[in-house]
């Protein structure tokens, strides 16, 4: 389909609105809009200049989907009619790209379509795990509630996610500024230790010499350094991009020392959290398993969580299914076959996310707290030993000449 911007009166108040719609030509995009009650008074098609532009412009944000749903949910929730509501929250829309998704979900909704059917136009901003919980809420008759469900849902994911951000943000800046030092002495310091040896007709000590050797190379070869830092990048990003880069990107994520645990712990909440919405919103114990096992991000876990749902299929319960699964953790079936039990597994599956979001919270406060004392000696030891390197050998000169 192709997107059009146009200016159009609408036939009841009178008022004029510019917008964009998406229709296969011209002469279809006046017939929607009159359809929709608006005299179209100029109609154009947007180049893919513009709509690459657009995309540069404003990104959607977590944040802007959270807002965009709530605001949904509370004005179907007070009994506004869909078409009416989605109005309402596109004049109150700031990003210009959601503007344009929402006029189009709109004018999707208004040609007849379902919401589901909708959003699902636009998977790659709205994912399978929202068009799941809008379509059971559809189904049910309580598509607010789910729509907050879908809020509640992106607001956890969210708050986790930027803990664990928070949390490895420190160590970087404290690696850039250790790189930083570095470079700073053997840029500054080291080629005037060197000069000063020289003078002197002396031997540099071996150590200075490897950092004297290292600095006339970087001076000297940045631009290969440069070449072979983006070429080795390139290729690196590319391998990551492939299945086999996906699964070694996952795989070590899962075992990586120290932040391994927490991942696990992260990819279990997300999975019980996704569960829980899902099955109390009515969605089938198969569908639950297929929507989070793409839910999750984890391509280890998807297969392991996919193994399970065959064996779901063939008629074994949930808790036996995930047992012999190496990466999903032991409390995850033991509560679930609590649940089974008591004919309450979405509540089980939310305590469990429960307990993996508070341990979570605990680990990523004691690494944060741990983390700045040890990368402080790191910084020392780094930094000292590099002054170490240089002064040493002046000192030695120093005392050679005075005797």
């Given amino acids: 389909m192709k997107k059009f911007a146009y200016e159009a009166r609408d036939q009841s108040s009178g008022k004029i609105s510019k917008a964009t719609v998406q229709a296969d030509s011209e002469s279809a995009a006046a017939h929607l809009l009159i359809q929709q009650g608006f005299t179209p008074l100029n109609i154009k098609e947007q180049s893919a200049d513009g709509n690459f532009l657009a995309r540069l412009s404003g990104r959607i944000t977590t944040k802007d989907k959270i807002v965009f749903t709530r605001q949904l949910a509370t004005l179907i929730g007070a009994g506004l009619p869909l ?98 030092v570095m470079g700073f002495m053997l ?48 290729f690196f990003i590319q391998y990551l991009k492939t299945e086999t880069g996906i699964k070694f990107k996952d795989t070590f994520k899962l075992n990586v020392p120290i932040f391994g645990k927490m991942f696990r712990k992260l990819y279990m909440a997300r999975f019980a959290r996704t569960g829980q919405t899902l099955l109390s919103t009515g969605v089938s114990m198969l569908d639950m398993l297929r929507i989070t096992s793409s839910a999750i991000n984890n391509t280890i876990l998807e297969a392991s969580i996919n193994r399970a749902a065959e064996k779901v299929k063939g008629g074994k319960a949930l808790s036996t299914a995930l047992q012999p699964e190496d990466y999903i953790t032991t409390l995850v079936p033991q509560m679930i076959k609590i649940g089974e039990q008591s004919g309450r597994i979405d509540e089980m599956m939310g305590k469990v996310a429960q307990v993996y979001e508070d341990e979570l919270d605990e680990e990523i406060r004691t690494i944060s707290t741990a983390i700045e004392p040890v990368l402080m000696v790191v910084l020392a030891v780094v930094a000292g030993g590099m002054v170490a390197a240089i002064l040493l050998p002046i000192y030695s000169l120093v005392g050679g000449l005075n005797v």
């Fill in 187 to 234: 840029f500054t310091v080291v080629p005037q230790v060197e000069k000063l040896y020289l003078d002197l007709k002396k031997e540099l000590p071996f150590v200075t010499q490897i950092m004297v050797g290292v600095a006339d190379f970087l001076v000297n070869f940045w631009w290969l350094a440069l070449i072979i830092l983006a070429v080795g990048g390139y």
């Fill in 83 to 180: 078409a009416q509501s989605l109005h309402t929250v596109l004049e109150q829309t700031q990003n210009k790209q959601l503007q344009s998704i929402v006029q189009d979900i709109s004018a999707s909704v208004e040609g007849g379509k379902s919401l589901s059917e909708s959003f699902a136009k636009h998977a790659n901003v709205f994912d399978a795990v929202f068009i799941a919980l809008v379509t059971a809420g559809e189904l049910s008759g309580t598509l607010d509630e789910s729509l907050q469900r879908v809020a509640n849902q992106q607001e956890k994911d969210a708050a986790i996610s930027s803990k664990i951000r928070g949390a490895l943000t420190y160590p970087i800046i404290v690696l850039v500024v250790i790189f930083g």
